[in-house]
């Protein structure tokens, strides 16, 4: 899915972690919010 870098291997899977992980926690916050509900329930 991205590329595999060897001089920045773990800084790009840092990053990559961290947005899944903020991103995880968006969409849980916008489902308990009811903030869109229909846009994830499509």
Known sequence: ???KVN???NY???Q???FITMFNFY???CKS???FPGY???
């Open 1 to 3: 899915m991205y590329p």
């Open 7 to 9: 001089f920045k291997n």
């Open 12 to 14: 790009y899977e840092n």
């Open 16 to 18: 990559i972690l961290f």
């Open 27 to 29: 969409i849980s916050l």
């Open 33 to 35: 919010t009811k903030i």
């Open 40 to 42: 994830y329930l499509r």
